[in-house]
């Protein structure tokens, strides 16, 4: 299938100034592709040179195989939609009349709605879940119904493809995942393209076919989630020298504490997280162990313990591992153990659990 | 959405009504009082020669008609310039926009006056046009610099100032014989207004206006702000080219003839949008020249009869009325953050 968007080699900016270069850019129907990057990289320029909004200074947009510089405002407003940062601010206006004027494009001179545009745009309103808003005024919603409703908006202009920009700032965590599951939703059934940019880092490792990078003045890297997403790349491309990503979970850790461990903590099966998180904010350095390397508790402890005595996945606790982890108990001067689950696997860690005890360091 | 249709359609009737009424209390009122079958008379049939037809035929209904075409004209004016800069205060007054106009057309008036030649419509209108213009470039070169609306305004006020300043300079210094009539039309009044001059301001605001209602497709999505206006297929460029040509035309015809006239631009716009609960520019187009039409007829209903014999001069009527329909607006309007 070929391109419905395409950019090669664009180079956009401000008055003249070249902001970001070489941006290529390929996205087909049915499609999902995100921009993610630092505050200030650039990721709105890139949409607002794609909708045209400022002329790029280099290179071409693409738009169904023609030069969108070349095409009318008309041809571009029926294929092409979007939903951006920008307030509006419209005066008396309800919900159903800030989506209708989606359907702009399709509508004579005098802009006026036949009864089979009101239904598409009841269509739209019902898609976004925004029946019961119809008639509130605009003015007078919260930002997650606003976002909604512009939603609605760009669906009535019946676009090909849409192009969001941080659609979900500014929502709280219901809205965002409802207003990304009519996006994917739209994609799967109508085959829409999307572009958007968006700061969750989470969100567009889970929904996007592709995420393009923007970091260094120019698209960075391309390609779909599972190359993107590694620890060692997100933090580059964020500059972020303290802490840690878990490209499995999305997650972000804080750096650890600084100094010899503290405080041992027996974990595994999850048990561990909690204390760790608390030790980790108490600025304790801690020493974690003895976990497996396929435990839940190890990302964790990987990202937050001073140090971590692990065992590979599936065997049981093995003699060296079990002498390593008491002596750096012996060399802690508390001893944690949320652990409570012991069983054949993790039988030593029951012995470091009573050795703590008989040496009365245990909490 | 039958509702708000019906809700048009009789604000639209409630309008109409009303500019009836006016038209005929106008005719009516005055140092001369008529009664309601003389009237239909004089109407009605040819002249017979008598001072009460010459009253009614040359002076009072070519002054209804300036004060409905130029009350009607300015409104949507305002309107135009409101949606342009997104600002409900803005207006062809408080911008300095009218006070441009008033400065060319002096200009060009005591130019004219002190080598013996009256100035004719057009020359009056090509001048205020061009003041306008001057005044509105000024406008657009701030509006980059400054983003607060509050400010821009306080700037257009400051250019009216300018404007009016020379204005009164250009006046103290020409012919005492030209200066009575100056200062009449320089503090804004339908008075001295004949069929003439009512014939061309029909065809220039006639024009204007249905251009401007030929653009309410553009001007609703503008409404939404130039992102989304632009992604709905306006172009931009050519619309607000359009918008600041119309809005200027329309200020500029209202200055040509009857002198800045304050307040009405803002006030009749935000006036109709609470009557008809929207502002969607199909309906609120005519509805502003309407609402303006009605207001001054009012306002001038108001300065020919109130202190009769003497003649207030209609910028102070529309003052009294509208500024603090201007102040509530300030200091009341939703979406204040905008201002």
């Not at chain 1, 937050?304 to 390593?324: H, K, N």
């Not at chain 2, 300079?169 to 014989?177: G, Y």
Request: hydrophobic letters at 50%; glycine letters at 8%.
């Amino acid at each position: 299938m070929r391109d419905y968007l395409s950019a090669e080699n664009l180079a956009v900016g401000y008055g003249g100034q070249i902001l970001i270069q070489d941006i290529c850019l390929r996205l087909r129907r049915g499609e999902i592709m995100t921009l993610i990057g630092p505050n200030g990289s650039g990721k709105s320029t890139i949409l607002r040179s794609v909708i045209r909004q400022i002329a790029p200074l280099r290179g071409t947009v693409y738009l169904d195989g023609r030069p969108m510089d070349r095409m009318t405002a008309l041809d571009v407003a029926r294929r092409l939609s979007v939903l951006m940062t920008d307030r509006v601010h419209p005066e008396l206006m309800t919900c159903r009349d800030v989506a209708a004027t989606g359907r702009y494009p399709y509508t004579g001179k005098l802009g006026l709605l036949t009864p089979a545009d009101w239904e598409k745009v009841d269509e739209a309103l019902a898609l976004v879940h925004g029946e019961d808003l119809a008639e509130r005024d605009f003015a007078q919603i919260s930002d997650g119904q606003r976002q909604r409703i512009l939603l609605a908006r760009a669906l009535c202009q019946e676009p090909e493809v849409i192009v969001l920009d941080e659609p979900t700032s500014f929502l709280d965590i219901r809205y965002k995942l409802e207003l990304l599951s009519i996006l994917k939703d739209m994609v799967r059934r109508r085959g829409l393209a999307v572009l958007m940019s968006l700061h969750e880092l989470d969100l567009a490792q889970k929904i996007s076919d592709c995420v393009a990078c923007v970091h260094n003045h120019a698209v960075e890297r391309c390609g779909p989630p599972e190359e993107i997403f590694t620890a060692k790349y997100i933090l580059e491309l964020y500059d972020a020298g303290r802490g840690s990503y878990n490209p499995d979970f999305g997650c972000l850790e804080l750096e650890p504490p600084a100094g010899a461990p503290q405080v041992f903590v027996i974990g595994g099966g999850g048990s561990g997280i909690p204390v760790y998180r608390r030790l980790q904010r108490q600025g304790i350095p801690f020493a974690a162990g003895v976990l497996h390397e396929n435990d839940l508790d190890y990302p964790v402890a990987r990202a937050l313990a001073a140090e971590v005595i692990a065992e590979p996945p599936f065997s049981p606790i093995g003699e060296d591992r079990f002498r390593l982890a008491a002596e750096r108990m012996a060399s802690c001067g508390k001893v944690l153990c949320p652990l409570s689950a012991f069983g054949p696997m993790n039988e030593k860690n029951r012995l470091l659990r009573e050795l703590a005890e008989q040496a009365g360091k245990l909490i | 959405m039958r509702r708000a249709r019906s809700r048009y359609w009789a604000a639209f009737l409630l309008l109409l009504a009303l500019l009836a009424a006016l038209v005929v209390w106008n005719v009516n009122a005055g140092s001369v009082s008529l009664s309601g079958a003389e009237i239909l008379r004089i109407l009605c049939s040819p002249s017979d020669g008598s001072t009460e037809y010459g009253i009614v035929r040359t002076l009072r209904l070519p002054r209804i008609c300036a004060a409905v075409l130029l009350g009607g004209g300015l409104s949507v004016s305002g309107f135009l310039l409101q949606t342009f800069f997104a600002n409900p205060i803005a207006g062809p007054f408080v911008l300095g926009i009218s006070s441009g106009a008033k400065l060319a057309v002096s200009l060009v008036m005591i130019s004219l006056l002190s080598r013996g030649i009256a100035a004719g419509s057009a020359a009056l209108i090509g001048a205020a046009f061009l003041g306008a213009m001057l005044s509105m470039g000024f406008i657009l070169l701030i509006s980059q610099r400054v983003k607060r609306m509050s400010m821009l305004v306080v700037c257009g006020v400051m250019i009216g100032y300018i404007c009016s300043a020379i204005t009164d300079f250009a006046v103290t210094f020409a012919e005492d014989s030209n200066i009575v009539n100056l200062h009449n039309w320089s503090m804004g009044s339908f008075s001295g207004i004949y069929w003439d001059s009512v014939a061309v301001m029909a065809a220039v605001i006639g024009i204007a206006m249905a251009l401007s209602f030929f653009l309410s497709k553009p001007i609703g999505a503008y409404q939404m702000g130039e992102v989304y206006a632009q992604n709905m297929g306006v172009n931009i460029r050519a619309f607000r080219l359009a918008l600041i040509l119309l809005s200027s035309v329309l200020s500029a015809c209202v200055t040509a003839f009857a002198g800045p006239i304050s307040f009405v631009g803002i006030a009749v716009p935000h006036l109709v949008k609470s009557l008809f609960r929207t502002a969607k520019p199909i309906v609120i187009i005519p509805a502003c020249f309407l609402g303006g039409a009605v207001f001054c007829l009012f306002c001038d209903l108001i300065a020919r009869t109130a202190f009769a014999p003497t003649e207030v001069s209609i910028s102070s009527v529309t003052a009294v009325f509208g500024a603090p329909i201007v102040i509530y607006m300030m200091a009341f309007q939703r979406g204040k953050s905008n201002l």
